[in-house]
């Protein structure tokens, strides 16, 4: 996916064009309740530096806050995935599948997706909803003016959703 110089496929990335899996998105969400369990004094806080090369001879470094799940968790996700651009494709799609799950959760809920769990404050999340985020193509935009982030079209979502749900009851019967 990464071309021959080791570039991430930008393309790629911001398009959703690289699909995931629920399992793969279940196994992130698992390290993060895992992180959040451990104490920070628990977590891998060795500095890490990069940098971004401006011009031919000038390149600016900089350094993550280590202390940031969000830093953490784009660790974890670049160290499972050698490629560059699959790694830069599932952990804007991470980012993003969170974002999109809270934003529409009370539409997830009417439509049957989304229940709320047995604990309190917990809920429960029908694999096809998860199965349909992961593999969905990013169509949409959200924010405004020069802010625009790709993001799923939420009819799209459903439709899948739905269409997922369908088939599991078909080979359940």
């Not at 309740?33 to 977590?43: G, M, N, Q, T």
């Not at 890490?48 to 660790?75: C, K, W, Y």
């Not at 969905?136 to 439709?159: C, N, Q, S, W, Y």
Request: charged share 35%; with cysteine.
């Amino acid at each position: 996916m990464t071309d021959d110089s080791g570039e991430i496929d930008w393309e790629k990335v911001t398009k959703g064009l690289i699909p995931w899996t629920s399992d793969e998105y279940m196994d992130v969400l698992s390290f993060r309740e895992k992180l959040e369990a451990l104490p920070k004094d628990d977590w891998d806080l060795r500095p890490r530096r990069s940098g971004i090369e401006l011009e031919p001879d000038r390149v600016q470094m900089f350094q993550l806050n280590q202390l940031a799940h969000e830093t953490q968790i784009g660790q974890y996700i670049s160290e499972k995935y050698e490629d560059r651009t699959v790694a830069a494709a599932h952990m804007s799609r991470y980012f993003e599948m969170n974002w999109f799950l809270r934003r529409h959760q009370p539409r997830f809920e009417r439509e049957g997706f989304i229940r709320k769990g047995d604990e309190p404050g917990k809920i429960e999340v029908n694999d096809c909803l998860f199965q349909a985020v992961a593999t969905a193509p990013l169509t949409r935009t959200r924010g405004r003016g020069g802010h625009k982030h790709p993001t799923f079209d939420l009819v799209a979502i459903i439709e899948q959703t739905k269409k997922l749900i369908e088939e599991e009851e078909k080979e359940g019967s």
